[in-house]
């Protein structure tokens, strides 16, 4: 459906856009003012999205929310959501970042089992990071140390 609307051959309100990036309202909305960004390159998620272009959206996502807190709209706080796979809800498989105001009582909640982690687990989980970071030869993936704050 996004590679349509990017397309111009489906429906869509659109706030801005560019050439990189469509911002579109969400018709399944959390609230109302509920934005879409979308590259306009189909990519299903993070993995097949060049930098570039994530970058892109995140920015067009930062602004998207400034100018929801300056549109009028209902909006005391603005949530930035992106879900990469199944497990994380990833509904329409075609990258997109949520931006969406938030007020009290708007409903919109997440549920999780939060909790604490041993110090030793969090460095094992640090080092499973970096190495993730080194199989994606990132520059600085060799920076860092267990209990490294400026890491």
Not at 9 to 25: G, K, L, Q
Not at 47 to 61: A, F, M, N, Q, Y
Not at 112 to 139: H, I, M, N
């Given at each position: ?6 397309r ?17 309202m ?6 109302p003012?509920?934005l ?18 994530s970058?892109h959206v995140?920015?067009?996502g930062?602004r ?18 992106l879900?990469?796979?199944?497990a994380?809800?990833q ?24 909790g604490t982690?041993?110090?030793?687990l ?6 499973a990071v ?22």
């Amino acid at each position: 459906m996004f590679c349509a609307i990017v397309r111009g051959e489906a429906e869509a309100s659109v706030p801005y856009a560019d050439d990189r990036v469509m911002v579109i309202m969400d018709i399944g909305l959390v609230t109302p003012g509920h934005l879409l960004v979308v590259p306009r390159v189909h990519a299903v998620g993070l993995e097949d999205l060049d930098e570039e272009t994530s970058t892109h959206v995140w920015r067009i996502g930062h602004r998207m929310g400034r100018a929801l807190r300056r549109s009028g709209l209902r909006c005391a706080g603005v949530n930035l959501f992106l879900a990469d796979g199944e497990a994380a809800f990833q509904e329409v498989f075609h990258f997109h970042l949520h931006v969406f105001p938030r007020f009290e009582g708007d409903g919109f909640r997440i549920a999780a089992e939060w909790g604490t982690r041993a110090r030793d687990l969090l460095d094992q989980e640090a080092r499973a990071v970096r190495s993730g970071l080194q199989e994606l030869e990132f520059p600085s993936a060799e920076k860092g140390s267990d209990h490294d704050l400026s890491a």
